[in-house]
């Protein structure tokens, strides 16, 4: 489970979800006690005392949160078809529209019934709200930037520079670091290294043009698909690794991911250049 996949908005079904579970131990109704009668030893019904409404309305809304939350942390997004987002979202709709009614038929609905609704309201909000308002689709943790990371691609690191830190000099493609090179070209030996700010040739398969490549992270795990245009995803982008970016395509990117993969990142929307 990629925990930094999750969203604020996520984080307010979270929330939700422990406001219900605390309210069904509340008092369903409440009741007033006649003058001159003792009435310490009643107590008032709460939801683990009524199947019916535990199951349509508290587990059902608590049931969703997992349903939505595991739906958006892990890369099982659909069970027999169906996907958990969307299944989840239609569990806490349900479960709100039963807490109103049962509410509004009740009269003398107690502090367990109230809350209920409340947050099974906040709870339906946030999983439907979520991939529409932009507030909520921030990441709920920033992603730090990676300090020291073992390269897989060979070269080594310098002291206190971690593969993929920006800010750091970074090695080309298949070179090592502190040697300036042309992306993907390697020295040969005997050849002198490359001065700085010498005319260098692009080499065979290397992006032309304008395009710089650069490091980048993604705010949001994000499907990475294949350059043949495939339309299943080859790869998962996720929030908290830099990935390089080597070469433009449309609105989208040739993103190469740090065992080797390449592929096009259609999304860019809101991602963080290194």
Do not use: H
């Not at 422990?18 to 019904?45: E, H, K, Q, T, W």
């Not at 996907?83 to 989840?88: K, T, V, Y």
């Not at 038929?105 to 339906?124: C, K, N, P, Q, Y």
Request: hydrophobic share 40%; aromatic share 10%; charged share 10%.
């Amino acid at each position: 489970m990629n925990i930094r996949s999750l969203t604020r908005g996520d984080g307010v079904v979270i929330g939700a979800a422990v406001v219900l579970f605390i309210a069904s131990f509340l008092d369903l109704f409440g009741y007033d006690c006649p003058a001159g009668i003792n009435c310490s030893n009643r107590n008032a019904p709460n939801a683990w005392d009524s199947l019916g409404l535990l199951m349509s309305v508290y587990l059902a809304g608590i049931i969703g949160a997992a349903l939505v939350i595991v739906g958006r942390a892990t890369s099982a997004r659909k069970v027999v078809g169906f996907d958990l987002g969307q299944f989840g979202a239609a569990f806490s709709v349900f479960a709100v529209w039963t807490s109103f009614w049962t509410t509004i038929d009740a009269g003398d609905a107690g502090a367990g019934m109230i809350l209920g609704l409340l947050a099974t309201i906040v709870l339906a909000g946030g999983a439907v709200a979520t991939p529409l308002v932009p507030a909520l689709k921030a990441p709920l943790v920033n992603a730090p930037r990676p300090q020291a990371v073992q390269p897989p691609y060979g070269g080594q690191p310098q002291p206190g520079q971690g593969y993929g830190y920006p800010g750091a000099q970074q090695p080309s493609y298949g070179g090592q670091p502190g040697q300036q090179q042309p992306y993907g070209g390697q020295p040969q030996p005997g050849q002198p290294e490359p001065q700085a700010g010498a005319q260098q040739a692009p080499a065979a398969g290397a992006p032309t043009g304008d395009f710089t490549p650069f490091w980048f992270a993604v705010p949001v795990a994000r499907p990475l698909y294949g350059e043949d245009g495939s339309p299943s995803p080859i790869a998962e982008l996720a929030p908290g690794t830099w990935y390089l970016a080597v070469e433009q395509r449309g609105p989208g990117l040739i993103a190469q991911t740090q065992d080797g993969r390449r592929g096009v990142l259609q999304d860019t929307t809101g991602i963080q250049r290194g």
